[in-house]
């Protein structure tokens, strides 16, 4: 607490002011020691027999064990699929699809602290994200896409859409329940039944989904969920879905690309990123750090369109890493679950194994490393908020992604350069810039090869707003009307993708 | 605002060895930040620090056409000994009234180390000559005011007659000599955050001691983001010159919870340094007794009836 310590003929200032910690209560969640697979609506025994662990990667807790889906499992859940579609589903009035995706919606509101703690829990994420991002957002994409679902023939006038048939979706571990929104909204608006597989590490927020999923009574079979590592999602890959939806890694997307040439079967693919935010000098400063700091440290850099190269005009470059550095002292890591947590755990030992390798690798390289004074906990997966100055665009920390709380700073003279070395990356997901001129966030939108340009702000997202990458970091989009087309066929109209 | 802001003749922030940078802010995300500070949770003991802190920062005030002796005597009674039932309660900073007023509150708080401040310079509007201002600066420190809180002209910093608003700073500074210096913004009626920060770091450059949100007779006021606007050029200014300028919100705090906010603000643009009533002090009337309430009820556990809290 606050020691008081006198200054020279002042009145006594405390050296330090620590917040009593406010953890958010666990009660409110009921875990099951074994889950099963969610297949025709109900939970059923996986035929592999296998089981693995999650865990709560903030303390190596372990939290359930959890099915590992083999070939066999995949082929049953895809006919579940199937069946449903054909069942009824592809054929059911329009508005009541829309009807189940607006109840989806509001039970995914009144859940919503006890799926915010559960993501917390087994994602590692600060609650205060979970609860004020992720868990808002996704409850809006379903109310999104219940509106599209029976006003698909005017989202797109005279190409008479129709669904796909089975949709096979493969999410990440950064955003779990959010990624399972996006994929599954639109996917069911447009008349199509899935099977999804959360990632690996964080499956626990889809295998609660199954419970909202029964009490709006959605028909067994349009949603199945499996899971399981790498080998079920390329199981999922080969069975026999017409469409494959992945965010991931661009190492799988490609594999998965391969694999899917010549199938006819539709593809979109979300991958990595490795995002310039562009700081112009005439920018809001304090803003502009809040921004830099809201686009590689939230959720701990495990964002895809994470603003991890900043590109600071130079004539500015010294107060603003000046206020970037104490910005960062007064980031507080730790506990996901305590609510003034501004940075939670890394979501694996993998991962956290892989930041520290790119990380030894930017002091190798010669860029200058800077962490704050922080304890981290001695048990569970951490990594420091960290800022590397004096990097060269041929370094690895400014071309691969870290994937983790790690920001490179680069310097640019004159919009062209900015633009240059912004571009200068086999990815092209999002961009930042900012500035007082409008016309120059104009000019910079036009030229810079990136899905999302967000112009004096930075990770924000809305339903209604398409999101997708270029070049490397993927094909198709997700989230706004053009959510919807991935999950269509058209009249005369080709596929595109696979 | 179309033109630039020129700066006036002396408006020298020691920016070297860089171009003088006004800076700019941006709303929405000003707003965003203030409202992510806002949901900072604050509990147990480091919640009775903090309102034990609020107390101690507070220019318990009262400007009213209707005070008289009496009521300032009775507030400055308060100011003293805010809670007679708990000796552990500070006292608060300072009283803060009208002119004619300061010779009773300075009778009443006597040697207790509760400052007076008054209010000067044609409060509330600022619309009088330069030489009127000056000259009431002048006589309230010779009635006895420690603190001196006065208003900018607003009239000529909408003008951008940026030049005549920092003059007679400089003015009032000379008159006040050692006296603690507050200047009030009163940011509602400035318009933009932009010009907060545009009129901050002129009061500043011009000698103030304190900057301080508003006058209290406005409805808008002392705001979260307006306040982390001030907080932040202070913190420029700081960084840039070492100088440590103090911060007064007023007008629209109205309640503990407010009021522990501001300090979450405080403390993290500004760090643990600026929690002092030398640095930092809240311009209220109703709300010491809403912290002495919540402080009450931390440490029993129970809301205590508002009878037992004078009125005063």
Same mark, same amino acid.
């Given at each position: 607490?606050?020691?008081?310590?006198?200054?020279?003929?002042?009145?006594?200032?405390?050296?330090?002011?620590?917040?009593?910690? *406010?953890?958010?209560?666990?009660?409110?969640?009921?875990?099951?020691?074994?889950?099963?697979?969610?297949? %025709?609506?109900?939970?059923?025994?996986?035929?592999?027999?296998?089981?693995?662990?999650?865990?709560?990667?903030?303390?190596?807790?372990?939290?359930?064990?959890?099915?590992?889906?083999?070939?066999?499992?995949?082929?049953?859940?895809?006919?579940?699929?199937?069946?449903?579609?054909?069942?009824?589903?592809?054929?059911?009035?329009? #508005?009541?699809?829309?009807?189940?995706?607006?109840?989806?919606?509001?039970?995914?509101?009144?859940?919503?602290?006890?799926?915010?703690?559960?993501?917390?829990?087994? $994602?590692?994420?600060?609650?205060?994200?979970?609860?004020?991002?992720?868990?808002?957002?996704?409850?809006?994409?379903?109310?999104?896409?219940?509106?599209?679902?029976?006003?698909?023939?005017? *989202?797109?006038?005279?190409?008479?859409?129709?669904?796909?048939?089975?949709?096979?979706?493969?999410?990440?571990?950064?955003?779990?329940?959010?990624?399972?929104?996006?994929?599954?909204?639109?996917?069911?608006?447009?008349?199509?039944?899935?099977?999804?597989?959360?990632?690996?590490?964080?499956?626990?927020?889809?295998?609660?989904?199954?419970?909202?999923?029964?009490?709006?009574?959605?028909?067994?079979?349009?949603?199945?969920?499996?899971?399981?590592?790498?080998?079920?999602?390329?199981?999922?890959? &080969?069975?026999?879905?017409?469409?494959?939806?992945?965010? %991931?890694?661009?190492?799988?997307?490609?594999?998965?690309?391969?694999?899917?040439?010549?199938?006819? &079967?539709?593809?979109?693919?979300?991958? %990595?990123?490795? #995002?310039?935010?562009?700081?112009?000098?005439?920018?809001?400063?304090?803003?502009?750090?809040?921004?830099?700091?809201?686009?590689?440290?939230?959720?701990?850099?495990?964002?895809?369109?994470?603003?991890?190269?900043?590109?600071?005009?130079?004539?500015?470059?010294?107060?603003?890493?000046?206020?970037?550095?104490?910005?960062?002292?007064?980031?507080?890591? $730790?506990?996901?679950?305590?609510?003034?947590?501004?940075? %939670?755990?890394?979501?694996?030992?993998?991962?956290?194994?892989?930041?520290?390798?790119?990380?030894?690798?930017?002091?190798?390289?010669?860029?200058?490393?800077?962490?704050?004074?922080?304890?981290?906990?001695?048990?569970?997966?951490?990594?420091?908020?960290?800022?590397?100055?004096?990097?060269?665009?041929?370094?690895?920390?400014?071309?691969?992604?870290?994937?983790?709380?790690?920001?490179?700073?680069?310097?640019?003279?004159?919009?062209?350069?900015?633009?240059?070395? *912004?571009?200068?990356?086999?990815?092209?997901?999002?961009? $930042?810039?900012?500035?007082?001129?409008?016309?120059?966030?104009?000019?910079?939108?036009?030229?810079?090869?990136? $899905?999302?340009?967000?112009?004096?702000?930075?990770?924000?997202?809305?339903?209604?707003?398409?999101?997708?990458?270029?070049?490397?970091?993927?094909?198709?989009?997700?989230?706004?009307?053009?959510?919807?087309?991935?999950?269509?066929?058209?009249?005369?109209?080709?596929?595109?993708?696979? | 605002?179309?033109?630039?802001?020129?700066?006036?003749?002396?408006?020298?922030?020691?920016?070297?060895?860089?171009?003088?940078?006004?800076?700019?802010?941006?709303?929405?995300?000003?707003?965003?930040?203030?409202?992510?500070?806002?949901?900072?949770?604050? +509990?147990?003991?480091?919640?009775?620090?903090?309102?034990?802190?609020?107390?101690? @920062?507070?220019?318990?005030?009262?400007?009213?056409?209707?005070?008289?002796?009496? +009521?300032?005597?009775?507030?400055?009674?308060?100011?003293?000994?805010?809670?007679?039932?708990?000796?552990?309660?500070?006292?608060?900073?300072?009283?803060?009234?009208?002119?004619?007023?300061?010779?009773?509150?300075?009778?009443?708080?006597?040697?207790?180390?509760? /400052?007076?401040?008054?209010?000067?310079?044609?409060?509330?509007?600022?619309?009088?000559?330069?030489?009127? /201002?000056?000259?009431?600066?002048?006589?309230?420190?010779?009635?006895?005011?420690?603190?001196?809180?006065?208003?900018?002209?607003?009239?000529?910093?909408?003008?951008?007659?940026?030049?005549?608003?920092?003059?007679?700073?400089?003015?009032?500074?000379?008159?006040?000599?050692?006296?603690?210096? /507050?200047?009030?913004?009163?940011?509602?009626?400035?318009?933009?955050?932009?010009?907060?920060?545009?009129?901050?770091?002129?009061?500043?450059?011009?000698?103030?001691?304190?900057?301080?949100?508003?006058?209290?007779?406005?409805?808008?006021?002392?705001?979260?983001?307006?306040?982390?606007? @001030?907080?932040?050029?202070?913190?420029?200014?700081?960084?840039?010159?070492?100088?440590?300028?103090?911060?007064?919100?007023?007008?629209?705090?109205?309640?503990? /919870?407010?009021?522990?906010?501001?300090?979450?603000?405080?403390?993290?643009?500004?760090?643990?340094?600026?929690?002092?009533?030398?640095?930092?002090?809240?311009?209220?009337?109703?709300?010491?007794?809403?912290?002495?309430?919540?402080?009450?009820?931390?440490?029993?556990?129970?809301?205590?009836?508002?009878?037992?809290?004078?009125?005063?």
């Amino acid at each position: 607490m606050a020691e008081l310590e006198q200054r020279g003929g002042r009145t006594p200032a405390p050296s330090k002011w620590d917040y009593a910690s *406010a953890p958010e209560s666990r009660e409110i969640v009921t875990l099951e020691e074994r889950y099963g697979l969610f297949v %025709g609506g109900e939970f059923v025994e996986p035929r592999s027999g296998d089981y693995y662990q999650t865990i709560a990667p903030a303390s190596e807790e372990p939290l359930a064990e959890i099915p590992q889906a083999g070939a066999e499992d995949v082929a049953l859940a895809v006919s579940s699929a199937r069946e449903a579609f054909e069942d009824g589903w592809s054929a059911a009035a329009p #508005a009541e699809r829309a009807k189940y995706l607006y109840r989806i919606a509001r039970i995914l509101q009144e859940r919503s602290r006890e799926f915010a703690v559960l993501e917390s829990l087994n $994602g590692g994420k600060p609650i205060r994200e979970s609860r004020d991002v992720d868990l808002p957002l996704a409850a809006a994409h379903f109310f999104y896409y219940a509106g599209w679902a029976d006003k698909l023939e005017y *989202a797109f006038p005279h190409r008479r859409p129709k669904p796909l048939g089975v949709a096979g979706q493969i999410i990440p571990w950064n955003f779990p329940l959010l990624m399972l929104a996006w994929k599954i909204a639109p996917a069911l608006a447009a008349g199509n039944t899935v099977v999804l597989k959360p990632a690996e590490t964080t499956p626990l927020s889809a295998l609660l989904f199954c419970d909202v999923v029964r009490q709006a009574e959605l028909p067994p079979g349009v949603v199945n969920i499996i899971t399981g590592d790498g080998r079920t999602g390329a199981a999922l890959v &080969k069975s026999d879905v017409d469409k494959i939806a992945f965010t %991931g890694s661009t190492e799988v997307g490609k594999a998965i690309q391969r694999e899917l040439a010549g199938t006819g &079967k539709k593809l979109t693919l979300e991958l %990595g990123g490795k #995002a310039a935010n562009i700081i112009f000098d005439d920018c809001a400063l304090d803003q502009a750090v809040e921004g830099i700091v809201n686009g590689i440290y939230f959720n701990q850099g495990h964002v895809c369109c994470a603003g991890s190269r900043l590109l600071v005009q130079e004539s500015i470059y010294e107060p603003l890493i000046e206020k970037l550095k104490r910005r960062l002292t007064t980031l507080r890591v $730790g506990d996901p679950l305590d609510k003034n947590t501004d940075v %939670g755990a890394i979501n694996s030992r993998q991962q956290l194994e892989k930041i520290e390798e790119l990380v030894a690798a930017g002091k190798e390289e010669g860029a200058e490393i800077y962490q704050p004074p922080c304890r981290l906990p001695e048990k569970g997966y951490w990594f420091a908020p960290t800022v590397f100055t004096n990097v060269a665009q041929s370094y690895r920390i400014a071309q691969e992604e870290i994937f983790g709380p790690v920001l490179s700073v680069l310097t640019f003279r004159t919009p062209d350069e900015a633009v240059e070395k *912004a571009n200068n990356t086999p990815y092209g997901l999002s961009a $930042g810039v900012w500035t007082e001129k409008g016309s120059r966030i104009l000019w910079m939108a036009q030229r810079l090869e990136a $899905g999302v340009i967000w112009a004096n702000t930075y990770n924000r997202f809305d339903p209604a707003s398409p999101f997708g990458g270029y070049k490397e970091s993927g094909f198709g989009r997700e989230g706004g009307r053009h959510g919807l087309e991935p999950y269509l066929a058209f009249d005369g109209a080709e596929s595109t993708g696979g | 605002m179309a033109q630039a802001p020129a700066l006036p003749t002396g408006f020298e922030l020691p920016l070297e060895p860089r171009l003088p940078r006004i800076g700019s802010v941006d709303q929405v995300a000003v707003e965003a930040r203030a409202t992510d500070l806002s949901r900072r949770s604050i +509990k147990r003991e480091t919640k009775l620090f903090a309102l034990d802190l609020a107390v101690r @920062m507070m220019d318990l005030t009262t400007l009213e056409g209707a005070d008289t002796p009496g +009521k300032v005597a009775a507030l400055a009674s308060k100011a003293v000994r805010p809670d007679p039932s708990d000796a552990s309660i500070p006292s608060v900073a300072a009283v803060c009234v009208y002119p004619n007023l300061v010779q009773t509150a300075r009778e009443r708080v006597g040697d207790s180390g509760v /400052k007076v401040a008054s209010v000067a310079t044609a409060f509330p509007s600022g619309q009088s000559p330069t030489d009127l /201002k000056v000259a009431e600066a002048r006589r309230v420190v010779e009635l006895g005011a420690d603190e001196v809180d006065m208003v900018i002209d607003r009239g000529a910093f909408l003008a951008g007659r940026y030049a005549k608003v920092y003059d007679e700073i400089v003015q009032v500074k000379e008159a006040v000599g050692e006296t603690h210096l /507050k200047v009030i913004l009163e940011v509602g009626e400035l318009g933009t955050y932009d010009n907060v920060r545009r009129a901050s770091l002129l009061a500043i450059a011009a000698g103030a001691d304190f900057i301080k949100t508003s006058t209290g007779k406005l409805s808008s006021s002392a705001t979260l983001p307006v306040t982390l606007v @001030m907080l932040e050029a202070i913190r420029d200014v700081f960084d840039e010159t070492g100088r440590r300028v103090g911060m007064k919100p007023a007008g629209g705090i109205r309640n503990a /919870k407010q009021a522990v906010q501001t300090l979450v603000l405080v403390h993290e643009t500004l760090g643990v340094d600026w929690l002092t009533p030398d640095l930092f002090r809240f311009g209220a009337s109703s709300l010491l007794n809403d912290v002495l309430m919540q402080i009450r009820k931390e440490k029993t556990g129970r809301y205590q009836n508002p009878d037992y809290f004078t009125i005063d």
